[in-house]
């Protein structure tokens, strides 16, 4: 999967291009605003290039609804019936009123049970932030543990969790590396193959033929699993 822009007047986009054994170019706007094109291995530049503008009122309809619903998603407002990415499901969140405090997963939903009044966002927001972090924190020890046994190595490296605008994660030290804690809405395989991605820079820090040599015999499909990360959850 190739990351390619597209230029048309004072517009650009970047795309992801995408090769298969097909007859005919398909282009999608996902949600996330990441833009798929799909074409024949022998489609060349100037054929893309001539599609694309074609395509580029409907490509900008597109990209702007979902902007528009993209933002309207992320002010989140913490109450009854908004959905939350987890573990690459999507989750209703129910409010309830209880004595005890506490959140749980149960028939699909996030239930938040608070003793303030269910309409109070900022005390949703809190419980539910603190819930994630500690979902994320458990989690991602739980896979660093399992992930690092496929190694050669006689430790696990210290974790640690950091928002970071253009990466799952990052390879600090011989003994460090983090993860973007926003990577708990991805798939299990996902977060493995984000860390298995970080340990193998533990034995080879470039991206050469060794490193991913290496990363093929822990993640035999690591190129569709990243996709699958790239493109439904960036």
């Known amino acids: 999967m190739i990351i390619n822009t597209f230029k048309y007047g004072k517009y650009s986009y970047d795309y ?21 094109l799909k074409c024949p291995f022998d489609y060349d530049s100037v054929k893309i290039d001539r599609f694309l503008k074609k ?26 019936g908004e959905s939350f990415l987890y573990l690459g499901r999507q989750y209703k ?7 005890d405090q506490q959140i749980r997963l149960e028939k699909g939903k996030i239930t938040v049970y608070t003793n303030k009044p269910t309409q109070d966002r900022k005390t949703n927001k809190k419980l539910l932030e603190k819930w994630f972090e500690q979902r994320t924190k458990s989690v991602f020890t739980s896979r660093l543990e399992e992930m690092n046994e496929k190694f050669n190595h006689d430790f696990v490296p210290d974790l640690i969790t950091r928002k970071m605008s253009k990466r799952w994660g990052s390879f600090l030290s011989s003994k460090k590396i983090i993860l973007n804690p926003l990577l708990i809405r991805a798939s299990k395989d996902c977060i493995d193959y984000v860390i298995a991605h970080e340990l193998c820079h533990m034995k080879h820090k470039n991206h050469d033929k060794n490193f991913f040599r290496l990363q093929e015999s822990i993640i035999p499909n690591w190129r569709a699993v990243k996709e699958k990360l790239e493109l439904r959850f960036l």
């Open 16 to 36: 992801y291009l995408i090769r298969q054994d097909r007859k005919t170019v398909a282009l999608t706007v996902q949600p996330s605003l990441n833009l798929i």
């Open 55 to 80: 395509k580029w009122l409907w490509l900008e309809k597109q990209v702007q609804y979902f902007k528009n619903h993209k933002q309207k998603i992320e002010s989140k407002e913490y109450i009854s």
């Open 93 to 99: 969140l129910l409010v309830k009123t209880a004595k």
